[in-house]
Structures are given as C-alpha cells and as structure tokens.
C-alpha cells in the first residue's frame, strides 16, 4: 500500500492535526478515510501503515488471520484501543478531523452517533441485569435528549427493524432469555439505534450457527442497503464475506496486501498469501482410500442422557433437559466419521458419554466389546482417546510437555518409565510433526496449532484405535487448520486410525470424513456418505444448514 | 516488582525479624518489673519507653509479635488443612450429597458473627493461646473450603481436566495435580488475608482476657491494660496499636501484591 500525503505522524490522542485537512475538500464519495494508519501496543508495531477508503453505503471486509491486525484496525476507528496502544496517521469521517487527534470526550460524542460497532460475543457485549429496551434506549439517551419515553419508542422500533417485533420480544425482555442470534440482534439494534453512518462489525457471526450467521449476515446486508450505513466487517472467514462484500481487502501481519471489489479479488488474487489462504480454506486433505467396513469398534445404541435442570420453585421434582434423545452409531474399524449439527444438539454430550465421562439414563455404549462407562477398565479407555476444541484450555499451564503428552500412560498396567517414556514421547511428537526436544518446553510457547499437534500426540501415544476430534480444528485459523487437516489423514495412512469428527463446519467435515451422521436435538436425523449427504441432503434440516453454510466462489467461475 | 507488593513485604518481613530476634535478645528483660520507671515517654534508655509496671514497651512488643504470630500463623494453618481438601472435595462432586453437606456446612459455619463465638469457643475451653488458635482456625476452614470449591469448579470444566479424566485418572488425583496447583495462588493470597485477619482476631481475645494469659505477652492484652491510663500516658496504647495497624496493613499489602504478581491474567493486562 502507498501512504497518502496527507499522512502525518501525531503521536496519540493529543497529538497535532494532519496538515493537509484544508485540502481535503468534503469527498462525497469517501465516508472512512484510512491514510498510513500505524499502531503499536507497548512499542509494538501492530499495524504498519495502512490507507483504506470506504464509501456510503459500502461493504468493506477487512479479513486475515489471528493477529494480523483486523480488530486493532476497527479499535483504533471507535478510539477503543487499548491504554498502552498509540495510533499515528490519520482517520476521518467525511469531512471531520481526524479522529485519532480527539480528545476522549469529543470521541464520545461520535461513538454511537457516527460509528456504531457491533461486537463478536453477544453474550458478553449485553449487560446481563439490564432489559434489552434499556440498554437499546439508552445508546438513544446518551446522545440525545429526548424524553424516556420517547427513547423507548425509538428502542422498539430499532428492535422490530433488526427482527425483533415488541409484540413478541417485549423491551422487558433480558439478554439470558434470548438466543445467541436474538442477542446479536440485540448488539445490532444498539449500534444503529442513532442510524449512525459507519457500523463496524467485528466477527459479528464467528460464535453463532451456521443457519443463525446466514439470517444474520442477511440482516446486515439489508440494513447497509435499506439505511443507506457503511459497514466495516471484519472476519477471519472469506467464505462470510465472498457475496456480501462489495470489495475486499486482504490483511497480513498489519499490512493490507491486496484490496479490490470481491469479484475482482476472487478472480485474480495477485498477491500469494490472498492465494494461500484461500486454497487453505477449501483445502481438502488427501484422505487414503476407504476401506471396506469390517468389525465395529464403537457402537452407540439407542444412547440416552437427561440432566436435571434447577428447580423453578422449592419443593418441586427439578425439570430434566434429554440432550440425547435415543441416539445410535457405529464406528467401524478404520471408518472416517463425521458427526455435524449446531451448538446445543448434543454432540459434546454425545463426545463425553462415548468417552466414559458421563453415565447415560438408557441406552448402551460398547467399545472394543466391553461396555463404556465411567468406570470402565483401563484397557478399554486406552483404545479411546480425544483431542477437544480449544488449543489453549486443553492444557495444564503449569506442566511441560513431556508430562502433558505423557499422561495417558496412566492407563496402561505397567506404564514405561524413564528412558522407555522418553521414547514414546518423542516417538508421538515426531509423529505429529514436532521436534522431541519441544518434550522441554511449556505449553504457553507455542502456537494456537503446534498446540493442537501436541494435543493429537497425547491422543496417539497409547495407540488407541478410535480418536474423537470434537470440533478439534474449529478454533484454528485457515491455514493452520488445512495442516492439522493433513496431519489427521496422514494418521489415518499411518496408523490405520478410526474417528469421530465432531463439527459445525461442513467444509472441514467434508474434507475429512467417508460418512456423516446429521444430529438435531438429541437425535441422528440423517446419515450416509458424506458427499452424499453434503450434495444431496434428504432431511429438511440438513438442506437447510446446507444451504445456509457459506461458500467461497469457485476460482474462474465469478462473473464479471 | 510492585510498589504495594514491596511495602507489604517489607512491613511483614519487620514483624516477623522482630518476633525471630526477641528469641536471641531483647532490650530488657520482659518481666523485670521497674515501678520508679513507670509510664516513661520514650527515651533513651527505653526507645519506645515503659507501660505500669515499668516494664520495656518495645521488649513487650517484640515477644507479642511472637505470640500475635504463632497463633494466627497456626489458625491458617488448620484453616488450610482441613478446608482446601474440603473445598477439593466438594468441587470433585459437584452437585453431589457431599458437596451439599460440605457446602451447608460452610454456610452453617459463616452464618455465626466469627468473633463472638470465638469468645464462646474459649469461655467454654477456658482462655488460652492453644484455644485461642482453635476457636480462630476453626473460622478459617470455611473460608478456605469455599474459596477452593469456587476456584476448582471452574477448572473441573475445563478441557484439560476433561483430558486427565479421559487419561483414566480419578478425581483424588485430578485433583491434587491438575487443580491444586492452579489455585495456589489464590490460596496463598488468601493465606496472607487471613494471617492478617488472625492477627487481628488474636489481639481482640487476648483484650477480652481470652488469649495468651499473663505473663505471656500479648499485643492485645498491652492494649486493655494501657486503656485505662490513656489520658495519663497514650504511647502506652498507642504503640501496640500501632504495631497491630501496620502488621495487618503489611499483611494486606502482602497479599494485595502478591495477587498481581501470581495471576497471569493480571500480567497479560500490564504487559
């Protein structure tokens, strides 16, 4: 990116005004201008100069890895970055100073009414205690002076405008008796509540549902087209963006690499890494061959399990939530098994029974033979290991990795010890691509992957003949998540290994998976051969979360 | 390195070298009785000068420091004891018949003003350090118990205890290697809290006559006897007023820093 010449360094927020803002004539055509925006945090670089231009009414999506520097970039325009950030360059709104001169107060007045910013966890960005009227009329009420009343008019209005009629969702309503695409609504309705020209949206659908981001995303879209808002959306995921965007730009390592209209982008990717990244988004791992199915090695039959949920009123029998409600499945030795359906169907109550972790209330679950339960043999816990979602909880901070790889070992009779252990330890790390003598190391000095490598070794290290991945690649960025892909299928070539993938995720699942199995509230609604399944679904609810998963145009097959 | 982490060591590590040095020496000896040099304003012969019976202030409070210590020191000790494990356990179990009783218990035991039936314990056991310290520690199991039920609960449903439990290991074990050490901090900051808070509860029953009886010193005890001569001589009330403020003050400086330094999550936010 070229820097404009009307950039100049101020150091923070108390800095100097661009020189140039009387030539910048009031451009009918440019809402947001970005020239040679430059952070640091802590002396850092983080952003390292870069221009954008965004227009009324125009969808830019700033996408890119972890880290590369999206979200600091729609920070530094709300002037919410952190205390020990400091931006240099110069950001405008139309024709107003720039805002990284402003002092805080000045920049009060604008959040809101200027730019509003929907955030990514619409749990955490509602006040739990307060109704969800409130806490719309009140963005309203901060930055007007209309009477209460009048304000929770407005509120209404703003609710029934993102889809949330007060015949239905009453202001008395508060965030806990939503559901997670209702808060996101929520979020929304506050950030336009005072039509502000600028919304931001920082990975406004990553921890929602496929079939909730679609109705989300659709939502945005009609907002930017019917209110005449910009919209600055930031994501991780091209496929989010690829028919939403009316251009794209690429970040990587605080730089823009490559901006254009999406079309244009998808089309001729001049710069490498916008390559890479979207090949390592429909990557496809080489799976070895299926193999013709011989014994089951876990069968799930008829799998029952009923929590009890708190007592409404004292004295009263507790209600009880079925999260499985007859659930059956078979693993067959060798046999690739995908396992998809959205957050609160029961797949990870599934995962914990199948592991031994937690009783069932009906139903039998056999593994190897032997039945699973929680105090099921050793041996047969051995053949039966897991690798979770989250590369950063998976681990004991405090162990190295030689004892966190090392502690299914436990199970067997007679665990190796000393050299012996040392060997198997440095047999699974050199198996799943590390150096043995990363065994040394805490787990806090690797990455978000090489951490999902070392918990794939400790699922490996006694040799178990069935893995679970319970979204084990979800919390991965792209391409990251296109080598652990790799890496599975190569324990599948190696190692003859059978597994349950359990995703949200359609494209990894295809990629990784002979057969799927469809779950919806506690029931298997469809199964068969994933390509099958994925290109011709049968159930209604899988053509519906086929249909709402977003997909990235094909190379060559956009219109010009 | 902060400042509040600093202060609060320094003023403990005083307190305690203090009460260490009383073993080895003192300016005078504590029970040498001197009535001609009673009520002495601080001087050079006494640095912080004489109490009724003309007995050396600052060799009094060296030796109550010992006493101040020993008891409050013992009564986390037993808190520690007996209410992490119970914490752990309950935490183990969650929503079980065990955690249930272990947690009633605990309400049970925090409904009582702990003071008052401090008094109670050693009115019925008779007055005394060693009661001192029961009556105290028996205050502290609660708090411990329901501190490491709170912070084990949370990890138990993190994945990487998930993944202790499918390595087939039990909840005993999980729970002596995977929780206890990520709650030490916690523990060892509310350790010094309650060091503090024993300190203080050790001076109020040796004021009420229910701790360490005479001639045993007692930083409590100097405060009672020296009330009624406040108007007469106030350095005498003054002085292991004082040295009460400033332990608990270190203590809680102590702890205060301590928790900064020990949370991660903390250190991230200042990096």
């Known amino acids: 990116m070229t820097s404009s010449d009307t950039a100049h360094s ?36 983080v952003i390292h100069g870069i221009s954008f231009d965004i227009a009324p009414g125009e969808i830019l999506a700033l996408t890119g890895e972890s880290g590369s520097g999206k979200s600091m970039t729609a920070l530094a325009v709300m002037g919410l970055l952190p205390d020990r950030a400091n931006a240099t360059g110069s950001l405008t709104i139309g024709d107003g100073e720039n805002l990284l001169a402003l002092p805080e107060k000045k920049l009060c007045t604008l959040r809101g009414r200027e730019m509003g910013m929907i955030f990514q966890e619409p749990m955490t960005a509602l006040n739990p205690v307060q109704t969800i009227g409130r806490q719309v009329s009140e963005t309203i009420r901060i930055h007007t002076a209309v009477p209460a009343r009048e304000a929770e008019i407005r509120a209404a209005e703003m609710l029934a405008r993102v889809g949330l009629p007060p015949d239905r969702f009453p202001l008395s309503r508060y965030p806990h008796e939503l559901s997670g695409g209702q808060r996101q609504r929520v979020g929304i309705a506050m950030a336009i509540a005072l039509r502000p020209r600028l919304l931001i949206a920082d990975e406004p659908t990553t921890a929602l ?50 901006e254009a209209p999406a079309a244009q982008l998808f089309r001729e990717m001049r710069h490498p890494y916008t390559r890479t990244l979207f090949e390592a988004s429909q990557h496809r791992a080489d799976l070895p061959p299926e193999q013709p ?25 507790r209600p009880t939530f079925e999260a499985l409600k007859g659930v059956d499945l078979t693993l067959h030795r060798g046999e690739r098994l995908g396992l998809v359906g959205e957050s609160g169907c029961g797949k990870s109550t599934l995962t914990r029974a199948i592991l031994g972790l937690e009783p069932l209330q009906g139903g039998t679950i056999t593994a190897f033979g032997q039945q699973v339960s929680p105090d099921m043999p050793a041996a047969t816990r051995a053949g039966l290991q897991v690798v979770f979602q989250d590369p950063y909880g998976s681990f004991n901070p405090r162990h190295r990795v030689r004892r966190l790889i090392a502690e299914p070992l436990h199970l067997l009779s007679d665990p190796p010890q000393g050299r012996a252990r040392d060997e198997a330890v440095a047999e699974a790390l050199t198996a799943v691509g590390l150096s043995p003598d990363d065994a040394d190391r805490h787990i806090h000095a690797f990455s978000g992957g090489q951490r999902q490598r070392i918990a794939i070794a400790r699922a490996l290290i006694l040799r178990p003949e069935v893995i679970l991945f319970d979204e084990a690649v979800s919390a991965l ?19 003859g290994l059978a597994w349950l993938f359990i995703s949200h995720d359609l494209t990894v699942v295809r990629s990784i998976t002979d057969r799927v199995l469809v779950m919806q509230e506690g029931r298997i609604v469809e199964e068969g051969p994933t390509a099958q399944i994925l290109d011709a679904p049968t159930h209604a609810y899988t053509r519906k979360l086929v249909a709402a998963a977003p997909r990235l145009p094909e190379i060559g097959k956009i219109s010009t | 390195m902060s400042r509040t982490l600093i202060t609060g060591a320094l003023l403990t590590a005083l307190v305690l070298a203090a009460a260490l040095l009383s073993y080895v020496w003192t300016p005078a000896d504590p029970e040498a009785m ?69 947690s009633r218990g605990n309400d049970l035991v925090f409904a009582f003003p702990s003071l008052v039936i401090a008094i109670l314990i050693t009115a019925i056991l008779g007055p005394g350090a060693l009661n001192a310290i029961l009556a105290i520690g028996i205050f502290n199991i609660p708090v411990f118990a329901r501190l490491t039920r709170g912070a084990a609960l949370g990890l138990w449903s993190r994945e990487f205890i998930l993944a202790a439990r499918v390595a087939g290991k039990g ?59 406040v108007a007469l001589a106030p350095h005498v009330a003054i002085i292991p007023g004082l040295a009460i403020v400033f332990t608990v003050l270190g203590l809680n400086l102590l702890g205060d820093g301590l928790r900064d330094t020990l949370d991660p999550r903390l250190k991230v936010q200042r990096l």
Do not use: C
């Open chain 1, 10 to 45: 101020s150091r923070g927020r108390g800095g100097q005004r661009p020189p140039h803002g009387s030539e910048r004539a009031s451009d009918p055509t440019t809402l947001l201008r970005a020239r040679d925006l430059k952070v640091t945090i802590a002396d850092h670089p």
């Open chain 2, 34 to 102: 001197t009535i001609a040099d009673r009520l002495q304003p601080p001087n050079a012969a006494h640095w912080l000068g004489t109490d009724h019976f003309g007995r050396d202030i600052l060799t009094l409070l060296m030796i109550g420091a010992r006493t101040s210590i020993a008891v409050a020191l013992v009564a986390v000790g037993i808190g520690i004891a007996l209410g992490v494990p119970l914490g752990l356990a309950a935490a183990a179990r969650h929503s079980s018949l065990l955690d249930e009783v272990i």
């Open chain 1, 293 to 317: 199915r011989t014994e089951p090695l876990l069968k799930v039959e008829g799998a029952r399990r009923a929590y009890a949920l708190p007592r409404t009123r004292p004295f009263t029998a």
């Open chain 2, 171 to 229: 909840r005993a074990r999980i729970s002596a290697e995977h929780i206890l050490p990520n709650i030490a901090n916690l523990l060892i900051v509310q350790g010094t809290i309650q060091f503090s808070l024993g300190i203080l509860a050790e001076a109020g029953l040796s004021y009420v006559g229910l701790g360490a009886q005479p001639p045993t010193p007692s930083w409590g005890r100097m405060l009672a006897e020296a009330q009624t001569m």
């Open chain 1, 477 to 495: 960025d792209v391409r990251v998540r296109a080598q652990i892909l790799d890496l599975i299928a190569d324990l599948s070539r190696d190692y």
């Open chain 1, 209 to 258: 549902d496929v079939t909730t981001q679609a109705q989300i995303l659709d939502l945005l879209k009609s907002l930017v087209a019917e209110e005449g808002m910009s919209l600055l959306m930031i994501t991780h995921d091209l496929a989010v963006v690829s028919d939403m965007a009316d251009r794209i730009a690429v970040m990587n390592k605080g730089e823009i690499v490559e």
